[in-house]
Every structure is written in structure tokens, then in C-alpha cells.
């Protein structure tokens, strides 16, 4: 046996998701971001699951594509951030990749390239989120130099969203209203991309060709406080653990590194088998919700590297091998992320390669 620490990958959950994602816009392509190891959860299990359901996965890097093509997956991958030097673009166009382009360099070491087959690229345009992307103003400019590439099959047309998860933000109808003056000289049919998650599940409107959902596809929303089709997702990861140990303190005794928590009343302490180095945020503050056989208890003192201790006075009959959810599908993610100063993203893309991941229905 050994250290019963563990994250449970829940297909149905991830499956079911899925399927409102395309609910949300059946006339759309589904392209599944899967960047940074699936968010956590473990890219091969989760493209494996979803592989015949979507059209598209959307990864970081050359480096995640080849993971997905090693692992069988045979869908066109989309690079959200392009390449990042010359020699990867004629990989790309041998492993049926495509790529954003989103600056001028990558434009010119496009054209330099020589390429077995014309690849797809993805003309992103700055609507106001300002991280990547052309100005506005230039999407004809850069559509035609594109277009008249020999490295270049189609041009879709994208932009990201900066804030949707808030619902009463006038920026994601600024961003929107951006997008299409600035395509709109081209006048012609050309593909586009808006929406990730949030996008898809509060704006209509961003809906489009290509709908890039990463988050919801593993049931956590993008909402802070809003409850947006919420109920309808399920978190595909469980982070579990064990009680190793259970002690009796009395009133005034403190616990953990650097003492900050401290009993103000006769307690019962829980040991359990994750802490940091597992990808239990050392930020949770004393407070946090642990489930203990389903039952709320609370964080007291700091997380170390392989523990966390929790109260249990309130919980009856807690014992050593107790079933600890960290979070999951009882305890949300992203409740857990606001006691760390965090985001449930933030959470589950952290977990360490330490961490066991079973796939389970
Ligand atoms: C990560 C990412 C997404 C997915 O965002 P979610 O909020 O997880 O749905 C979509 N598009 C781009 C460009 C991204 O970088």
C-alpha cells in the first residue's frame, strides 16, 4: 500500500460538461483547451475521453501538442500562444498543428518557413485585453499578408476576452463591437473564435465558428459569485486524502509550524496526509473547509509540505483512515481557492506530478 493521497479524474463528470458546452451552441466547433497538463488533471486522460467529442484541442506549446500526438490523439491542435522561434513551424505543419499569429516576427518566420503543407493559422487581434494580438486596425493588413503566404491554408479570425466572468462588464460589449469593425472591411466569410468559457456560458453573442471552453470542461466555473449554468457543471477532479492521526488539546495549546493557530476551547485535531507538496495551497488560511466522511471541519494552523492538521471537535467519530476530500465534487474548488487568495484554476492546474491521478467513471 501506500500514502493514500490521490486525485480522482471523473469522466462522466468531464463527458457531461462537455455536452453542455455543446448544448450552449450546437452549430459551433468545440475546441477543448488542454494547456498546462489539462489544467492539472492529466492531459492523456482527459484528450483520451474527449477526443471523439471535440473538434479541436488547444494547448500552449509544440512540446503539449507532441504529448497529444504521442498519446494517439489525431484532431487538428491549436498553439494559443503561435510558435515561438523558426524551427518549430515546420514541425507544425507535419503533425497537423495550427497556430495563432499574433505579432509580426511570427509573421516573418512564417514566410521564411519551409513547410511540408500549408498550415491553418489564427489571426488574433487585441480587442482591449492587450496581452497578445494585432491592433485592430491592422487585422486587413495582416489578413492579406497572410493570405497570400504559400505556408498558409485559411485564416481564422480571433480575440480573447478579458472579462467576462463579470456579468455586468460593459468592456466584454466594447471587445465584442471591437472585433467586428475590425473584420468587417473583409467582408467576406471568414471563420472566427471569441468565446472561452465565461464567453460561452454568459455571452451569447461571443458564441462563434470555434468556441475555446477550457475551465467548465472540468466543471469549475469561471464565475466568482454567479451561479451561471453552475449547477450543471461537475468538477471532474477529487483531491482526496486520509486522517493519519487524531489527538485530544486542550484549551490554549496551538498547533503547527509557527504556532498560529491556537485552541480556544478543549479540541480535537485531525492530522491528514497532504500539504503543499502535494498541491494543497500553503496559502489556505486556519478556516478553510476540509470535508472530513463528508462532513465539514476546518483548517487550523499552516500547511506544510506533506500535512495539513484540521479541527474536528465538531465532527463526530473521526478516526485514523478517515476519507478526506480536499476539494471535488462535494466541497467546490474554487470555495477552497478564495480561502488561499486563489482561483479554482489556479488549484487544480498547480497539482504536482507527486500527486497520483486514477481515472475513475
Ligand atoms: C486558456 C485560454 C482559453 C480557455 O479559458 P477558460 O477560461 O479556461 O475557458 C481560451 N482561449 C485562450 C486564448 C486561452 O488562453
Redesign the pocket.
Known sequence: MSRPTEILIHRRALLENCQLAKRLSPSSNLVA?V?ADA?GHGVQAIAKTLASEVDMF?VSSLEEAITLRNAGIAAPVLL?EGCFSADEYSIVSQLNVELVVHNQQQVAMLAKSELVNPVNVWLKIDTGMHRLGIAPENTVYYYEQLNKLKQVNKVVLTT?LASADSQDSTFTEMQLRRFEQAIEPLNQDCEKSIG???GLLAWPSSRSDWN?????LYGLT?FDYSHIHGDQLRPVMSFLSQVIAIRSIENGESVGYGNTWTAERPSRIATVAAGYGDGYPRTAKSGTPVLVNGQRASLAGRVSMDMISIDVTDIKQVGVGDEVELWGQRLHANEVAKWADSIG?ELVTRMPKRTKRRLVD
Request: charged content about 10%; aromatic content about 12%.
Open positions: 483547451v494547456k489544467y488547444a494559443l480573447h472561452n468559457s465565461a475555446r471552453p477550457g475551465i467548465m469561471p484554476y
